[in-house]
């Protein structure tokens, strides 16, 4: 598996990594959380030699994680496969925070929607959909049991997790995701979340890890 890590600048203030997963002998290939720049990732889908994605995922709806969702999907296909419960918010901007973050508003419909357990494939790397709601209703991680990674999105970052004072969000969840969800994965898990850099308060936060401290995130 050819896995690229892509820091894209959002309206944000903050880069948002994006990812982009190959298989190397298919050429298959899928792009997680487009959140900006999409000149740049196509850049790197041009380098890898992909013409065509097979999926765009996203882990949840807000607008820093698929700001350059429009371009890159013209420009090189792909099904946009979000969680059900977090469509709506693609075409709410008051659910994808567009104009919060300030940037353009941006709307438009999932290809797919997927649910727990899904099974999603690229080329023959299989990732399974873990819906960890709590940053959004319809957050969700990727788990990729043979290459053992965890694209964890807004969920869980290092130390600490994602933000719970948003539309749709759920203190209570977020952490019931988190602890039995993502600390159950196997000790060598590698975490890719949004950004390596994250939360001024997160000594605050830091203890309550101590029990998943088994994931480890990667530098
Ligand atoms: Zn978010």
Known sequence: MILKRIPVETALGEPTNCYIVEDEQTKEAMVIDPGGEPEKIIEMLDTLGIDNLKYIYLTHCHGDHFGGILELKEKKGGKVLIHRDDAEGLYNIG????????????????????????????????????????????????????????????????????????????????????????????DDTIVYPRTWENNKDKRRRTNIFKSTSKIRLEN
């Open 95 to 186: 659910i994808s925070l567009t104009y919060y973050i300030g940037m353009e508003d941006i709307t438009l419909e999932a290809d797919s929607r997927v649910d727990e357990g899904d099974l999603i494939h690229i080329g023959n790397i299989e990732f399974r959909v873990i819906h960890t709601p709590g940053h959004t209703k319809g957050g969700t991680c990727l788990y990729c049991e043979k290459e053992k990674l965890l694209f964890s999105g807004d969920t869980l970052f290092r130390g600490t997790w994602g933000r719970t004072d948003l539309p749709t969000s759920n203190f209570a969840d977020i952490i019931n995701s988190i602890t039995n969800k993502l600390a159950i994965l196997p």
